[in-house]
């Protein structure tokens, strides 16, 4: 009789600590209900082209070109990352055929650009694609600006 009762007991305990280990498991994964309709892959689509505009904004500010530089930059970059994407969703063999297009498409998108733009910024250009590029370092500057001019307008006004 104690034996089964000491069994019985074991078993209610195991469960229980199983059951919050699972629960603990599962807890890091969002779960969906249901699949995205068509309105919000849209409306990810959306965001994602706005925040990629942003991105590339930020990156031109802290170039040194003029203005019709600035734009065929921007349209270089707006190329290179739909290219980029676009090789992403090809479906290689092996990741060295996918490693190899990515690095052919790093290194002659951007070589009509080399005629037209300074050697600095050819180079913060590489740098961005590799993934060196700070945003939120820019980010920062143009809020203390914002609020160096706010100040000042204030002072004046």
Known sequence: MKKTVLIIFALLIGLNVF???RRNRNSGIPQTTREPSEKDIEKRKRLMEERK???????ISTLEADDFQ???IKQYLNSYYDAKVA???IRFEHSLDREKA???LD???FVDLKELISEGDMEKIKGMIKGEFDENEVVK???KEKKRKKK???DEG
């Open 107 to 109: 290194d002659t998108h």
């Open 53 to 59: 505009d942003e991105y590339i904004a930020n990156f």
């Open 152 to 154: 000042k307008k204030k």
């Open 102 to 104: 990515i690095k052919n």
């Open 70 to 72: 600035k734009e065929i």
């Open 141 to 143: 500057k143009k809020k």
């Open 87 to 89: 090789l992403l969703k």
């Open 19 to 21: 059951g919050q280990m």
